[in-house]
């Protein structure tokens, strides 16, 4: 039986089902087949919906249009009688046209008789072309029904800003002429998107560049497994680019045993974690491990932090996004396979985190001895950050930063596993190379972005003792699992070395 053409497009819909048709019909019809919406998808999520309640601030008057996603009619007969009203902004306002519901962040104008400004609004910090394409569908359905426009524009993050000073955390990018040529066409790009749904059948779409862009799919693992692509993939090569992984698969070469090595003018890299892979045996290249140890000093402090940055900074001198620590482990070991002691530290208040962090780091670190950081630009960068915001402690801090030392280059330079998958993430290489016990399995605070929300209900003060006791425990060892796990790994490059 059909289906029924009528069904009504959402604007995020009809973004999907221009990305790709069969992810529109998969999401409306076999919403089970998605891979579900991790912490880091739902952090963004939840993120853009702080974004929004900023931005209506900049319109005091504004009506918000509260009538729940589930009830669009409500939602539309709300937005009618606001603009009859002589509201002079409104937040979330709904309108369906040619069977196509848009819920608009932002709507206002000078005066009742007066025609209206779009706004789109972003957590990003730039105008990005998909964000042109959400404004210009939007557009298209208020013209449709009746409303008149008199610009449209996307309103971001400007990351400038300095807390504790917002009036300038917004930038706002008129795109009314860019989106002028993809208007034109919506109109087959719904009549298009209205007949795959009212088909009994899935689109067949082959897979290809469009599953990443401008958004992973999040049918993309279901599709990938249904085209028959192998766990241990071309996919999986690393340092290998987007297109160059394309050409293989598109020649039949998406599993590595295919693929023509001879003639394949990959790097000799890759060609050792293809052959490593094929063959399980791990490739280790201990001359090249042994000369970048030989550097190291011991002691050796073995450091991580967790940071959070928000689009909204809450604390003096810092912009949207930068990465705030609020919290660090350190292993520390004064010889090769020899004892380790630790020293950590979180904060657990709303207050500014970073005076009583560097006052915990400078004990813990010492004068002396290379400071082991995996992928150690970011820890740089924070301890940078710190040395401005604490000037009384800047050049010790600093001190550090000359101190610190990477093992990430000497696994992507001398090591392959084919457990890495094409990553050298230290969540990664460590279960590799260490074994399942040095997985994050099973962790209560598996990642960074779980470490980030976790701090964010442990700091609120309606969080009850019990919550917050249970949340500090888990960040601990999260934590904690990143340092340790430095630790056994330096161990173990010392061990190939020698």
């Known amino acids: 039986m059909p289906r029924n053409p009528n069904r009504t497009l959402s604007k995020s819909r009809v973004i999907k089902g221009i990305q790709c048709p069969k992810a529109l019909y998969l999401a409306t019809f076999r919403p089970e087949l998605a891979t579900p919406i991790g912490p880091m998808q739902q952090a963004i999520f939840d993120q853009g919906h702080q974004v929004g309640i900023e931005a209506q601030k900049r319109f005091p008057a504004g009506v918000l249009i509260d009538a729940p996603y589930t009830d669009p009619e409500g939602a539309i007969e709300q937005t009618h009688r606001a603009i009859q009203s002589g509201a002079t902004a409104i937040f979330e306002a709904a309108f369906r046209h040619e069977g196509v519901l848009v819920r608009v962040d932002i709507l206002h104008r000078e005066r009742a008789d007066s025609p209206w400004y779009l706004l789109e609004v972003k957590s990003t910090t730039k105008a990005q072309e998909q964000q042109v394409r959400d404004a210009a569908v939007q557009a298209w359905v208020l013209r449709g029904s009746g409303i008149e426009l008199q610009s449209v524009a996307v309103m971001h993050i400007n990351n400038q800003c300095v807390f504790p000073d917002l009036s300038n955390l917004f930038t706002v990018v008129d795109v009314t002429s860019d989106i002028v040529a993809f208007t034109d066409e919506i109109p087959q790009i719904v009549a298009r998107l209205h007949a795959v749904l009212a088909s009994n059948d899935s689109p067949n779409v082959e897979i290809g560049p469009h599953c990443d862009d401008p958004y992973e799919c999040d049918f993309k693992d279901h599709c990938f497994r249904e085209k028959g692509v192998p766990e241990q993939s071309v996919f999986e090569i690393p340092g290998l680019g987007s297109k160059q992984k394309w050409l293989f698969y598109e020649s039949g070469q998406s599993d590595l045993a295919k693929i023509d090595l001879e003639n394949s003018k990959l790097k000799l890299k890759q060609r050792i974690a293809i052959e490593a892979t094929i063959t399980g045996r791990r490739h280790i290249n201990p001359v090249g491990i042994k000369t970048a140890l ?38 520390i070991q004064d010889r090769p396979g020899g004892p380790i002691r630790h020293a950590e530290h979180l904060h657990e208040d709303t207050s500014d985190p970073r005076s009583e962090l560097t006052r915990a780091l400078l004990d813990a670190l010492g004068e002396s001895g290379s400071v082991v950081a995996y992928n150690m630009g970011f820890e740089a960068g924070c301890i940078r950050d710190l040395a401005q915001a604490c000037p009384d402690d800047a050049k010790r801090l600093e001190q550090i930063r000359g101190r610190l030392v990477d093992p990430l280059p000497i696994f992507r330079a001398s090591v392959y596993d084919r457990e890495f998958h094409g990553s050298f993430s230290i969540k990664y290489v460590a279960p590799a190379i260490l074994g399942k016990a040095l997985s994050y399995d099973g962790l209560p605070v598996s990642n960074g972005v779980e470490a980030q929300i976790a701090f964010d209900e442990l700091i609120r003060p309606d969080t009850a003792p019990t919550r917050k006791s249970e949340l500090k425990a888990a960040m601990l060892a999260y934590c904690r699992r990143d340092t340790l796990a430095m630790v056994l790994l330096v161990d173990w490059l010392h061990s190939v070395a020698r």
């Open 294 to 331: 030989r550097t190291w000093q011991y002691p050796l402090f073995h450091l991580d932090f967790e940071t959070i940055g928000h689009a909204v900074p809450r604390y003096h001198g810092i912009r949207p996004y930068q990465q705030l620590p609020f919290q660090f482990s350190c292993h």
